[in-house]
């Protein structure tokens, strides 16, 4: 197989696109380092498109390399023929090469196996020609042994049919052909494994069935999830008569006995054999697909949360609600320090309200705190309306202004309680870690969430139900992709932080961290190379990545990579510059004198393609620009709203806290998210919420209907002309 031809046409890319990508892979190089600064060689791939090609290779090599053992296992055996070696090189996936494999795999003791042991493998042969006008029964009585264990003629006619009952469940046609009546016509249902009326959050699947090739992929995960947890039972029903004619159609060649005979062991292939081999597999399939889905949406969603704009330079207040332990709170300062921590109890069973506003207006007015930050968990309810009466009682004279934001806590519990969290605050209980972590998700998102397992962060979809190891990888990639797109401080990065950027694992992190601390703040890049077990290639891949404000040379502040700052020096000198001028007002002219030079000119004399002009550029004019800040930033309040404060035909502003296969969930204000149904998203067909929404957005939203028994709200987005404001 040639693989590159391949993955460029399944791809949509050019072969030297392509084959300039795997060697890149292949030499060592980290996707956010292709991505960024070999765009000349892969033409500009982006970052996903680059781990779309890596995954897919993968797989081709997997089936390559999987081919080749099938082959050699065949050949083994003495039963590979040309004929077999060319479908088996041709099969374009591993289904395929298995279907191919199966009649020679080594198998347990089955019936077929029973009767070919008892010699009955020539009667089976025979009666598969059909070219006999004999009775299969009159046939099998030559093949009578009590010393074999065959006993009657019933019993060598049975045997015989087992065999060809087997040899039609391996044949690969035949079951390519049933996937695809399976794909048109079969249906998935389910139904309550419990008593009526006890199947809970699965009460819309105790009586389903959709079409295999319709069924949604978030159906497919609340069936096998029903099905796990003993609710539901689940199967694939196709209508028999219809599988039997698919087999019939390859195996029955004649009108005569033994054509009935081999109907007879077609209809039992079915129902014992490929049925329940099939049902196992088309469920797989469907699993496979839908983590697949849901894996892709969970990073998209991760992605989005991860590159909310930063709330930056603000003395924040995070705020942990609790009932027993009560209100744990943490102030951090404009760079995430602590400055101060308490904890107040103004809910169940204590309901010291006055007391805690006493203490928390102090905090506020000695550290001039402008943003508090509360966490959506157990009590956020009655702490926002603490807070939100807080705020009005300052009232509206007192300086510096205060708003308050709910943000997710999903995973402050688990960090807190990490190794992580310990080593950074050992003088603080687990509750106030939680307050800080909440306090710090505010100001930087990003470098506080890669501190905790993705799957932690609530915003995805039957996480724990996925493959382990390809979500981790995906959701790896998009932290992977974020954190090197952002850039991180080399002098104030977290360990954990630092483990993300492209080249760097936890050890080398770790090793730059007890370098700064030993040898004070890195001034230059360069210094990385006296980090232990930071070699050339590691410095390759991470260099560009990491920034040094203030630095001496203004490039180590940026994201031009060190390889190509001789070319941003020389491209300075010719457009009448220096360093010196790296981010000043007057440097906005550069753009234009490049373009005025020609910057295929530029690129020949200064020895770096037209990309990386391009980017050098846009670094120079603004040096180590957060590229979030050109996000909207997150919505603030100053009041609270109550569920029972809603009417239909409200129209609301809300922040998109989750987006899934059936629609987008938005917090609009009060404790519950409401949930805009897919079908409600735009006046027009929206095949997936993705494609209108994204995790962060700033939305208006109307009411349609609130439940308040069961506290749910259905929220529109039709008929509202103001379009989303992505973050």
Excluded at 150 to 174: K, N, R, W
Excluded at 213 to 228: D, Q
Excluded at 382 to 391: D, G, N, T, Y
Excluded at 691 to 716: A, F
Aim: proline residues 5%.
């Amino acid at each position: 197989m040639d693989l590159i031809k391949r993955l460029a046409q399944e791809l949509s890319l050019g072969e030297q696109q392509v084959k300039a990508a795997v060697d890149l892979i292949d030499e060592g190089n980290t996707i956010p380092f292709i991505a960024r600064y070999r765009k000349e060689a892969t033409g500009s791939m982006e970052d996903t498109a680059l781990r779309e090609l890596d995954d897919r290779l993968g797989y081709l090599r997997n089936l390559e390399k999987r081919k080749g053992e099938v082959l050699s296992s065949i050949g083994e055996q003495g039963k590979l023929t040309p004929e077999l070696e060319e479908s088996i090189a041709a099969a374009q996936t591993l289904a395929v090469v298995e279907d191919l494999y199966r009649p020679y795999k080594q198998k347990r003791r089955t019936r077929a196996s029973v009767a070919r042991e008892r010699g009955l493998e020539p009667l089976s042969a025979a009666i598969r020609a059909q070219n006999s006008l004999a009775d299969p029964l009159v046939m099998s009585r030559e093949y009578v042994s009590e010393e074999k264990g065959v006993e009657t003629p019933e019993a060598a006619l049975q045997g015989a049919l087992d065999i060809i009952a087997e040899e039609l469940s391996d044949d690969a046609d035949i079951r390519g052909e049933l996937r695809r009546l399976i794909q048109q016509d079969g249906l998935i249902v389910s139904t309550a494994a419990a008593p009526e009326g006890e199947t809970g959050t699965y009460a819309m699947y105790a009586e389903f069935s959709e079409a295999v090739g319709r069924i949604a992929p978030h159906r497919v995960l609340a069936i096998n999830r029903g099905v796990k947890e003993g609710a539901l039972k689940a199967g694939l029903e196709l209508e028999e008569e219809k599988a039997v004619r698919v087999i019939c159609r390859r195996a029955v060649i004649a009108k005569n006995a033994c054509a009935r005979a081999v109907e007879s062991a077609a209809r039992d292939s079915w129902k014992r054999l490929i049925a329940p081999s099939m049902e196992n597999e088309t469920f797989s399939n469907l699993f496979e697909a839908a983590s697949e889905q849901a894996i892709k949406v969970f990073g998209e969603n991760l992605h989005h949360l991860l590159m909310q704009p930063p709330v930056k330079d603000r003395v924040v207040l995070g705020l942990d609600p609790g009932y027993r332990n009560g209100c744990k709170i943490a102030v951090v300062d404009g760079n995430g320090k602590v400055l101060d921590t308490t904890v107040v109890y103004p809910t169940q069973p204590y309901n010291k309200v006055a007391e805690a506003k006493k203490k928390l207006t102090a905090l506020i007015k000695k550290h001039q705190v402008t943003v508090i930050s509360i966490g959506n968990g157990t009590a956020s309810r009655e702490s926002e309306q603490l807070v939100a009466e807080l705020i009005r009682e300052l009232g509206p004279d007192y300086q510096p202004a205060v708003s308050y934001l709910v943000v997710s806590e999903a995973g402050a519990s688990v960090y807190s309680a990490s190794k992580l969290a310990s080593e950074e605050f050992p003088q603080f209980d687990v509750n106030l870690r939680s307050a800080v972590s909440i306090a710090r998700r505010l100001q930087d998102p990003l470098a506080e969430l890669v501190k905790i397992d993705p799957k932690a962060i609530g915003i995805g979809q039957y996480q724990h139900d996925m493959p382990p190891a390809r979500l981790e990888s995906a959701l790896g990639g998009v932290v992977e992709n974020c954190v090197n797109w952002v850039g991180v401080d080399l002098n104030t990065a977290s360990g954990s932080l630092l483990g993300h950027v492209a080249g760097i694992n936890g050890t080398i992190a770790k090793n730059i961290v007890a370098y700064r601390e030993e040898n004070g703040s890195f001034t230059a890049r360069s210094q990385l190379l006296k980090v232990p077990k930071l070699g050339k290639k590691t410095y390759e891949q991470c260099a560009g990545f990491l920034r040094i404000p203030g630095a001496k040379n203004p490039l180590d502040a940026t994201a031009v990579h060190p390889e190509s700052y001789a070319a941003a020096k020389a491209l300075l000198e010719e457009c009448g510059w220096s360093l010196a001028d790296v981010g000043t007002a007057a440097l906005r002219e550069l753009p234009a004198q490049a373009e005025g030079k020609g910057l295929a000119e530029l690129s020949a004399r200064l020895g770096v393609g037209v990309p990386t002009i391009r980017d050098i550029i846009e670094e120079l004019l603004k040096p180590g620009r957060d590229p979030r800040e050109d996000l909207t930033p997150p919505l603030l309040r100053t009041d609270v709203m109550e569920l029972k404060d809603l009417k239909p035909e409200m129209v609301l502003t809300g922040t998109v806290r989750n987006v899934l296969d059936f629609g987008a969930f938005v917090d609009i204000g009060v404790h519950e998210d409401g949930l805009v149904h897919v079908s409600q998203l735009a006046d027009k067909f929206v095949k997936h919420p993705s494609q209108v929404v994204k995790v962060g957005d700033i939305v208006k939203v109307k009411v349609l209907e609130v439940d308040t028994r069961r506290k749910r709200i259905s929220l529109t987005m039709k008929g509202i002309s103001s379009p989303p404001l992505h973050g």
